[in-house]
């Protein structure tokens, strides 16, 4: 039985293990790509090259070590990001850079296959298993020196835009509905969309410059939230009490009515009947409590007698 | 006479190191607020838990001193300082306050009356009222919305709400809440006396029913769930306070609840009121917009005190006459636990000796508690 107990937990430990692990890794996302890189960044070399950036869209920090990039889908494992690299940990919202130049002897973040400007170039990444695809996009033929290919915003995918696109209406007509775009402002390993003002307040103070909206609908949800909890403890409490009426029924034979005169006493109440029980039954009576020195009138009391004041001798 | 003026020099250099070559005006004048809040801790009695550690803070944060990149300043990166007011600036200091603030909370006169939840959601009109104050007078949104929440008298709730929305204004938001929690006395009894008639200060309200330990434990739980369900921006706030709650109520847990309502909490406010008085240093602190933070705080809490006030006297025109409620336990609903509910007790005694309203106050009370935690829930998920 324990060892059941025990195989289930361990069991149940490996399932969050690797979903956990699943989890983490799943949330990287191919996110900019540059294949003509005429004036653009350099690397570590100070050479200029192709690159591929990977963002990390979860809040926690995500090693890519073990992961692969390819430019071929036969080919999944064909350069896998080397373990053992602190770099290889992309923080939460973050980016990593991986440069497209064929020459790996350069570090860990430098691939084993070059972008061709002339034809459309897949890139894929897989998870450690080698089987597993966590993203790929190909990116077509044409592109133009210095300009990316890149996500429309930081990680998304078809599915998030496609709920932008149904939430906001303005958002077709200011970024459009395509998840990949061409960027002319590069931003190499930073956010691709760079924000100059905050469009939340900036709705707000278009749309409800005198906070009348945000007082309706905050106080709506206040009272909303507190009138729900109100009518479950409302249920709560007329169930507790019902519970009580036949608890006291059973136990003292007597009608619902008489039950429910018993239990709606309120606390202070029992407080004073617990009060009146304890100085009837458990108080001493009054007590004289003059101290004396005057002799008993008993000829014999274990105050008085010599034997309990001497110190008995050691038994062997 | 070289080792003279070598012992000249150095004295010299020594006093541009000491606060007395450096004071200014302002402070001078952060210095007598300190001392004005520890004045009215010791002396009236005010908050002094709250009162002593920020007016100490006050002293510590407006030492001047030079600026030599010595570590010493709350705002210098790394300092002994700077690293407890990381509590504050990662917000991490209020939710830990909430676990606290749970673990000693009793939800009966709540749970026993629930219908006094609406008194605490009506008294979060005093957030809303303020953040409309402050957009009027040329705060954006979200610094409004971090103003506003002085309003929801709740000292960790603002502190945690202004580190998200408006980080720059924290330092004044913090002490202008904790200022009028410690005021709660002054400024609700007028609004008391002025909104109720003499018969409405004598209603006698049916006493409590007693509240089994199933529906205790099942508060916390249902709590959590329905208000972190409807605004998980709260989760924060309400996570720890109702996990708080679970741990005194269930009965098994007692040496965790004690620790979370002893020295825990105990530890979190010595750190938290130091470092929020310690983050006014002058140079930081003394601004029109703190000026104008202090005038809305004070706004905030009298629109809180009356719409909870208002609100009992509407829905005591919806009430059998057996089960009206004193008005005078309105002004509970913002959340200050326990103060605003003594002085419901306090001005109910001066009208009648006998009518005791503070169990019936400690229910709207502890209600603010959760309703001003939504409110900053709501203000984060649309401003955050």
Redesign the interface.
């Given at each position: 039985m324990m060892k059941q107990k025990i195989k289930l937990g361990l069991l149940f430990l490996l399932i969050i293990v690797c979903n956990v692990q699943a989890q983490r890794t799943t949330a990287l996302r191919i996110n900019e790509v540059l294949v003509i890189n005429e004036d653009n960044f350099v690397d570590d070399y100070g050479k200029r090259f192709p690159w591929v950036e990977i963002y990390n869209s979860s809040p926690g920090t995500v090693n890519i070590a073990g992961c692969f990039l390819t430019d071929d889908i036969n080919n999944p494992k064909k350069y896998m990001v080397p373990k053992g690299d602190v770099l290889t940990r992309i923080r939460p919202r973050q980016h990593a850079l991986f440069w497209a130049d064929n020459i790996p002897t350069r570090g860990t973040f430098h691939l084993n296959f070059e972008l061709n400007p002339k034809k459309p170039n897949f890139i894929a990444l897989f998870d450690s298993d080698g089987t597993s695809l966590i993203d790929s996009v190909t990116v077509p033929a044409g592109q133009r020196a210095d300009i990316s290919y890149g996500l429309i915003e930081d990680g998304w995918n078809q599915e998030r835009l496609n709920e932008a696109l149904r939430l906001n209406e303005n958002y077709k007509n200011k970024y459009g509905d395509q998840l990949w775009i061409y960027w002319e402002k590069v931003t190499p390993s930073s956010n691709n969309k760079i924000l100059d003002t905050?469009e939340?307040?900036e709705n707000?103070?278009i749309n409800?410059?005198?906070?009348?909206g945000?007082?309706m609908?905050?106080?709506g949800?206040?009272?909303?939230?507190?009138?729900?909890?109100?009518l479950?403890?409302?249920s709560?409490?007329n169930i507790?009490?019902s519970l009580?009426h036949q608890r006291v029924m059973k136990a003292s034979g007597v009608t619902k009515e008489q039950a429910r005169n018993i239990t709606?006493?309120?606390?202070?109440?029992?407080a004073a009947i617990a009060i009146a029980i304890y100085e009837a039954t458990e108080l001493h009576d009054e007590e004289n409590t003059i101290l004396t020195i005057k002799n008993t009138a008993r000829n014999y009391s274990p105050w008085n007698s010599k034997i309990y004041t001497l110190r008995e001798i050691p038994k062997r | 006479m070289d080792f003279i003026s070598f012992l000249g020099d150095n004295l010299a250099t020594f006093w541009t190191y000491t606060a007395f070559a450096n004071i200014t005006l302002g402070h001078v004048l952060m210095i007598l607020v300190g001392l004005t809040f520890i004045y009215l801790a010791i002396a009236k009695e005010f908050e002094p838990m709250l009162l002593i550690p920020i007016g100490f803070g006050i002293l510590i944060g407006n030492i001047p001193f030079k600026d030599a990149g010595l570590q010493l300043g709350i705002y210098e990166e790394g300092s002994v300082l700077n690293i407890l007011y990381q509590g504050v600036t990662s917000g991490w200091y209020p939710p830990l306050i909430f676990l606290g603030i749970g673990a000693m909370t009793d939800f009966s006169a709540?749970?026993?009356n629930?219908?006094l939840?609406?008194i605490?959601?009506a008294a979060?009109?005093g957030?809303?009222?303020a953040?409309?104050l402050a957009?009027?007078i040329g705060f954006?949104?979200?610094q409004?919305?971090a103003i506003g929440i002085i309003g929801g008298a709740d000292g960790p709730t603002a502190i945690f709400l202004s580190s998200k929305l408006a980080p720059n204004l924290m330092g004044a938001i913090a002490i202008s809440a904790y200022s009028y929690m410690a005021l709660v006395p002054v400024i609700q009894p007028p609004i008391m006396r002025l909104l109720t008639s003499k018969k409405e200060r004598v209603i006698r309200m049916?006493?409590?029913?007693?509240?089994?330990q199933?529906?205790k434990i099942?508060?916390p739980i249902?709590?959590l769930l329905?208000?972190c369900f409807?605004?998980p921006s709260g989760l924060p706030l309400l996570g720890m306070l109702f996990f708080g709650n679970l741990l005194k109520e269930s009965g098994v847990t007692r040496r965790l609840a004690e620790t979370a309502r002893g020295p825990l909490i105990d530890t979190i406010t010595i750190l938290l009121g130091v470092t929020v008085g310690a983050s006014t240093q002058a140079t930081q602190f003394l601004t029109w917009d703190s000026i104008k933070i202090f005038g809305l705080g004070a706004l905030s809490f009298i629109i809180a005190t009356t719409a909870g006030i208002l609100f009992v006297k509407l829905f005591n025109l919806f009430l059998k006459k057996d089960n009206r409620i004193n008005p005078l336990i309105g002004n509970s609903g913002v959340s200050a636990v326990p103060d605003s509910a003594r002085i419901s007790q306090v001005v109910g005694l001066e009208y009648d000796p006998t009518n005791y309203l503070l169990m019936h106050a400690m229910g709207p009370n502890v209600?603010g508690v959760?309703?001003s935690a939504?409110?900053a829930g709501?203000?984060l998920g649309?401003?955050?």
């Open positions: 905050n939340k307040i707000f103070k409800d410059g005198v906070g009348i945000m007082t609908t905050a106080m949800v206040v009272f909303a939230g507190l009138i729900i909890l109100y479950i403890f409302k709560i409490g507790a009490v009580s709606d006493q309120s606390g202070d109440v029992y | 709540l749970i026993s629930p219908k939840m609406m605490g959601a979060q009109f957030i809303f009222g953040y409309v957009l009027a954006e949104p979200n409004a919305g049916k006493p409590p029913r007693v509240v089994s199933t529906e099942l508060f249902f709590g329905l208000t409807l605004v209600a959760i309703g939504v409110a709501i203000l649309f401003l955050g």
